[in-house]
């Protein structure tokens, strides 16, 4: 068996590293996305964000469409292409 890679086999990436990008994502669409909601909801207070109901639904709802549509159509998600995966 050898060390080196052949050409034909396929590049699996390490866990750790699919683990890294999937938390990036996450929070890079959870933050931006709180504070949108908060904005548009009117629900910015002094020590941050307080989403309740329709609003922190929206947050969720936002993550399902940037993996899908960051796989499809642009090859992977922003941290999985800045990170190679």
Known sequence: MTLLRS????????????????????????IPAAFIAATFAGSITPN??????????????RTGPYVVFGKKLFGG?????????
């Open 7 to 30: 050409a034909a086999s396929p590049h699996r990436p390490r866990p750790l590293i699919q683990l890294v990008a999937a938390t990036l994502d996450l929070f890079t669409v959870f």
């Open 48 to 61: 941050g964000n307080q989403l309740n109901g329709w609003p922190a639904l929206c947050v969720f709802a």
């Open 77 to 85: 998600t922003i941290w999985q292409r800045l990170l190679k995966i």
